[in-house]
């Protein structure tokens, strides 16, 4: 019995300070840190998000970009802030795949961050040169495995995630490519165009205009389902690859150790803004697919996706830098 009554009370002690800071959260300003430079997809999502959670939360919330070091930069300092609530991180899908990637990072995305809620996620897609004879997924790996090495594939760079895109689509279609990295999505598009590389994973919504155009031809999106905004457009694994999906994500994040109160709150007004008419018709047309998932299944989310790039990563042989 005292046992009981001693957990209860020392429940009561944990939970009531806790409830009095939710409480009276935010009485200042909030800080949304985009480790990314500004107009590329971590930035367009977190400034939607940071309008409408300012909104709801009657605090102005502050975009702050930090680019540098493959976000590592803008990641660092949300891991090493006070969880207080009043610095969180835009995260992407490269929290899942630093770690495979580089020899040092000085945080760990799942011990050092608590997951709010990953916002949306973007399909990237599978696109060739025209030259390519291939008009379908089945017959590109028919290509790759009769002319082993002789496609030659570009990325934004290595380790990026259209890089890893097309490293699972290699492993699990037992085809060798020569890999391309270039610095950003944009060079690597332009080398597609121009033909100085076959085939290509860019996001949709850069490469859509291109699709379009006929400049590009598209054999796939990288997600379980069909894109929204290229519905004729079949996913990989409906078109020959079953099994495969690999898409970029975006999610809201906060240091661990922020009061969960604070972390429910946060959840509920984000999710809500994502759910808002306006916002699915912004994200939407930049190819964003809304996902508004709780803590515990972005959580989860996390480790499961940090676990499958590890293993892409070493079979791949892509040495950490």
């Known amino acids: 019995m005292r046992k009981t009554l001693a957990a209860i009370a020392a429940a009561i002690a944990w939970y009531a300070p806790q409830h009095a800071v939710a409480q009276n959260y935010p009485v200042k300003p909030v800080r949304l840190v985009v480790p990314s430079s500004p107009g590329g997809g971590t930035d367009i999502v977190g400034r939607v998000v940071a309008q409408k959670l300012g909104e709801s939360l009657g605090q102005q919330v502050i975009v702050d970009n930090r680019a540098g070091a493959g976000t590592m930069i803008g990641n660092e300092i949300v891991a090493k802030s006070p969880p207080d609530g009043y610095t969180l991180l835009m995260g992407v899908s490269t929290l899942a795949t630093i770690p495979a990637v580089y020899k040092t990072v000085r945080y760990d995305a799942l011990r050092?961050?608590?997951?709010?809620?990953?916002?949306?996620?973007?399909?990237?897609?599978?696109?060739?040169?025209?030259?390519?004879?291939?008009?379908?997924?089945?017959?590109?790996?028919?290509?790759?495995?009769?002319?082993?090495?002789?496609?030659?594939?570009?990325?934004?760079?290595?380790?990026?995630?259209?890089?890893?895109s097309l490293e699972l689509f290699r492993s699990m279609a037992g085809i060798e490519v020569v890999h391309v990295p270039y610095k950003g999505s944009g060079p690597g598009i332009i080398g597609l165009v121009s033909g100085e590389v076959a085939v290509l994973f860019p996001s949709v919504p850069s490469a859509m205009g291109h699709i379009k155009s006929g400049r590009v031809r598209a054999l796939g999106v990288t997600t379980v389902k069909r894109a929204e905004t290229l519905p004729e457009v079949p996913s990989i694994a409906e078109a020959g690859l079953p099994g495969y999906e690999s898409t970029q994500w975006f999610g809201v994040l906060a240091p661990a150790g922020t009061p969960r109160p604070i972390i429910d709150r946060l959840h509920k007004d984000i999710?809500?803004?994502?759910?808002?008419?306006?916002?699915?018709?912004?994200?939407?047309?930049?190819?964003?697919?809304?996902?508004?998932?709780?803590?515990?299944?972005?959580?989860?989310?996390?480790?499961?996706?940090?676990?499958?790039?590890?293993?892409?990563?070493?079979?791949?042989g892509i040495k950490p830098e």
């Open 112 to 164: 050092d961050l608590a997951p709010i809620t990953q916002a949306v996620s973007v399909p990237n897609v599978l696109v060739v040169h025209p030259s390519v004879p291939a008009r379908n997924v089945k017959a590109l790996i028919a290509l790759g495995r009769a002319q082993p090495g002789a496609l030659v594939a570009g990325s934004a760079g290595t380790g990026t995630n259209p890089h890893l």
């Open 271 to 316: 999710t809500a803004a994502l759910r808002s008419p306006d916002t699915k018709q912004h994200l939407s047309g930049e190819g964003a697919l809304i996902v508004a998932s709780t803590p515990a299944e972005f959580a989860a989310y996390l480790r499961t996706e940090t676990e499958k790039w590890a293993r892409v990563v070493k079979a791949a």
